[in-house]
């Protein structure tokens, strides 16, 4: 079987979904499938395993979106459409379409299956409406024009509605699926409350196998329930440095906590000088910034911390890092309610409060809770569960049952 992945982002630009998108391919094409990811071109040296000439990728021409030039966009339109039939000449003949994009890609993925006459599955990465807020005080016209953009570039195909929320766009770019996935249970369950998609299919996105068992076997040699290494409390937190990761007010809680722990930041973004400002400003050596690292190297971070820190909050479609660190025996500080119940345990729960100020002081509290109760040996212990529901061999096997339906009809 031939699946072609449509994503926003180049596979080895940075993201959780990114980091899946690769992940999925590699566990596929083990079990005897060919996987394409279709893209706009990167502009920035790419970090990832495969090289420029991988016929796996198929890079549309593209301009950059962000000042460091890791993210870009392509227009969907009839040119772009050519180009990709063309590339897609040189690849053996498409059986099914995995689109796993919100914008540019979830267009152009679409109207490649349309015209084509080839089903699709369409996973749900992003909380549109959520992320948007994020970013820009004018998010209710943003989405009136997304949904008009959409309304454009989708014509014809499927039932485009003519509302103009977040909820709307998602249900316009997924009219003409086969089947819809979301990445965790509460995701799911709010796309067809919303009327998405009348029946969702929950697959939580994974961790490759091998790598946890490498990880596992180097910073666990003892096994599991060895003694943590001695020294302060370790926390990491992980992602992308953008508002809606609320990586600041993470610092601003280090700070006002004044926590006797390490602090470890690892990721990129546009956030990251106003980050070191913070930390310069507070004058806390230990807050340590370790900027993009590879996937194994992540891992281990994790696996070597006391707790990861989980501080967005309604962002989320599943927030990869508790479930990470889960899989490797670590707790997590939590602020996101949906994430917390979904992990089922091994975790502090940061309380929910009204505004930004109450959700520092609230995370502030929590850090200081974690760290006393690590340091006493009293840490929680992730459900074991997880971490064999978390695998990307059991992921891409619940994937394929999706694939065969949608094939089916």
Request: charged residues 20%.
């Amino acid at each position: 079987m031939h699946i072609v992945f449509f994503a926003d982002q180049h596979a080895e630009s940075l993201g959780g979904a990114q980091v899946s998108m690769r992940l999925q391919r590699k566990y596929l094409e083990r079990a005897g499938h060919t996987v394409t990811i279709v893209a706009p071109r990167m502009h920035a040296a790419r970090g990832g395993q495969h090289g420029v000439a991988d016929p796996g990728y198929v890079d549309l021409p593209s301009i950059p979106i962000t000042a460091d030039r890791e993210y870009a966009m392509t227009w969907p339109g009839r040119r772009t459409d050519r180009f990709l039939d063309q590339a897609l000449t040189r690849r053996p003949p498409v059986d099914l379409v995995h689109v796993q994009a919100d914008f540019w890609g979830a267009f152009i993925g679409h109207r490649f299956a349309h015209r084509h006459g080839i089903p699709a599955v369409h996973t749900m990465h992003n909380r549109v409406d959520v992320g948007i807020a994020a970013v820009t005080p004018l998010h209710r016209p943003v989405l009136g024009a997304l949904n008009l953009w959409r309304r454009t570039a989708l014509r014809g195909i499927g039932v485009q509605p003519r509302g103009a929320d977040g909820w709307a766009y998602l249900a316009g770019i997924a009219a003409e699926s086969r089947a819809v996935t979301a990445p965790s249970g509460h995701f799911a369950h709010r796309l067809e409350q919303h009327g998405v998609f009348g029946s969702v299919d929950v697959i939580w996105n994974g961790i490759d196998d091998e790598v946890r068992e490498q990880v596992l076997a180097a910073a666990l040699p003892q096994g599991p329930g060895a003694e943590r290494a001695p020294g302060r409390p370790r926390f990491i937190w992980l992602g992308r440095m953008s508002p809606e990761k609320r990586l600041l007010p993470f610092l601003e809680a280090v700070v006002a906590s004044d926590v006797d722990a390490d602090i470890e930041v690892v990721g990129g973004g546009a956030q990251l000088r106003a980050a070191e400002r913070i930390a310069a400003r507070a004058g806390r050596p230990r807050i340590r910034f370790a900027g993009r690292i590879g996937y194994a190297d992540v891992l281990a971070r994790i696996a070597a911390a006391d707790a990861v820190v989980q501080t967005s909050i309604g962002f989320e479609t599943q927030g990869m890092t508790p479930f990470e660190a889960a899989t490797l025996g670590t707790p997590t500080v939590v602020s996101d309610p949906d994430i917390a119940s979904e992990l089922r345990g091994g975790l502090w729960a940061v309380p929910s409060a009204v505004d930004e100020p109450g959700r520092v002081a609230a995370l502030a509290d929590t850090l200081r809770i974690a760290a006393a109760d690590i340091a006493a040996g009293r840490a929680p212990e992730p459900d074991p569960q997880v971490a064999a529901d978390f695998r990307q061999s059991s992921r891409t096997a619940a994937m394929l049952e999706v694939y065969g339906r949608a094939i089916g009809g």
